[in-house]
């Protein structure tokens, strides 16, 4: 408990000093030669799920993108730029997850205790190389939901075929046990004969992906995406989950003012 308190302690700081530092060059205009921009479009994503008896979800969510010299805002994930160091930059990080799921999503889950997205909080640094960028990104559950910390490293390189933009990632993403146990395990309670209990271990999940953006005329753009994520032992041994990875699948149209 101490120990949560005390990471709930250092995510509302971070909260605290992104607002803060948002409100602070809000009403200023950003350095010479880092305009402001805003981005509105419609995107559609498709993901299947791990769960056993869940069907793929796909919906369609409104796209909203703001950056300046100071913060970087893209859908569900706000960044509040802090120092950039010759070819590494850092920065505050918060995003909110929808991840979960609730009992009356499927048979198979019938019983179990609703399991809920939420908040996380924490910081994230990019190193430019040669090569291409590593990047490297800590989270922690500000919501208190799991109580569970995630890091995620990632190498990507940007490319251009023509006017169409090429983006390949490899990453490499751990979650703790808490996190795991609270998405995937199973408390005494929750068990029944075809669904044993199941303690969460850390664990260790693989991605890879590919972005294209195109542009269109004038400030029209299009963005497609695919990640495949191979899960680690930790989420595919829980009786809840049926399959070793899951694929998501996402495009946007986006207008840039």
């Not at 700081?13 to 419609?42: I, R, V, Y």
């Not at 090569?131 to 190498?155: F, V, Y």
């Not at 992906?209 to 032992?233: D, E, R, W």
Request: aromatic letters at 8%.
């Amino acid at each position: 408990m101490q120990t949560m308190f005390r990471q709930m302690q250092l995510c509302a700081g971070a909260l605290g000093l992104a607002l803060f530092t948002t409100a602070a060059h809000a009403d200023g205009p950003p350095p010479e030669g880092q305009a402001a921009t805003w981005s509105l479009g419609l995107g559609v994503g498709s993901e299947t799920s791990p769960y056993r008896g869940v069907d793929r979800k796909t919906e369609a969510l409104p796209v909203l993108a703001f950056e300046n010299a100071h913060v970087r805002l893209f859908g569900p994930t706000l960044d509040v730029k802090l120092l950039s160091t010759g070819a590494v930059s850092w920065a505050l990080r918060a995003r909110y997850s929808d991840q979960g799921y609730k009992a009356s999503d499927a048979a198979e889950l019938a019983g179990m205790a609703e399991r809920k997205g939420g908040l996380w909080m924490g910081a994230r640094a990019d190193w430019r190389l040669p090569w291409g960028q590593l990047s490297g990104e800590w989270l922690g559950d500000a919501s208190d939901r799991s109580g569970g910390q995630q890091i995620k490293l990632e190498a990507s390189q940007r490319f251009s075929v023509g006017s169409v933009s090429v983006k390949p990632h490899i990453a490499l993403a751990w979650q703790d046990s808490a996190m795991v146990d609270y998405y995937y395990g199973i408390s005494q309670q929750e068990s029944r004969a075809d669904r044993t209990a199941y303690a969460g271990k850390s664990t260790i999940n693989t991605e890879i992906g590919l972005q294209l953006n195109v542009p269109l005329a004038g400030g029209h753009s299009a963005m497609m995406g695919v990640t495949h994520t191979m899960l680690g032992s930790g989420i595919k041994n829980s009786p809840l989950v049926d399959r070793s990875g899951v694929t998501a699948v996402r495009a946007a149209y986006i207008y840039r003012f």
